[in-house]
């Protein structure tokens, strides 16, 4: 079994910065990527950002140059840097791991934590 537990949401004036952190636990084995995505009310969940097992990074255009995505191994955590904040930036923000099993892929998903940005 596999989980993710986010953290690091909240409340923030636009301009401003917020780090999320997101643990994975489990059997965490043959990981192809995690990353984050964020789904706003009304709106389809959408990526964010995303890193392979290789480190190779994926932004979406909406945070290229203002949000950066890293990982720490050894702790089993990935984060999301955010800075700049936009009101646009609000929406629910959840992590995602990919785990291949043999030629199946799965996907897990974290519970979600909500940024909200003010203008």
């Known amino acids: 079994q596999v989980r993710l537990v986010e953290s690091g949401g909240g409340l923030v004036q636009a301009g401003g910065s917020l780090r999320l952190s997101c643990v994975a636990s489990?059997?965490?084995?043959?990981?192809?990527?995690i990353g984050w995505y964020r789904q706003a009310p009304g709106k389809q969940r959408e990526l964010v950002a995303v890193?392979?097992?290789?480190?190779?990074?994926h932004y979406a255009d909406s945070v290229k140059g203002r949000f950066t995505i890293s990982r720490d191994n050894a702790k089993n955590t990935v984060y999301l840097q955010m800075n700049s904040l936009k009101p646009e930036d609000t929406a629910v923000y959840y992590c995602?791991?990919?785990?291949?099993?043999?030629?199946?892929?799965?996907?897990?998903w974290g519970q979600g934590t909500q940024v909200s940005v003010s203008s």
């Open positions: 489990g059997s965490i084995f043959n990981i192809n990527a």
């Open positions: 995602n791991l990919e785990i291949d099993y043999g030629l199946d892929r799965l996907g897990y």
């Open positions: 890193i392979n097992s290789g480190g190779s990074t």
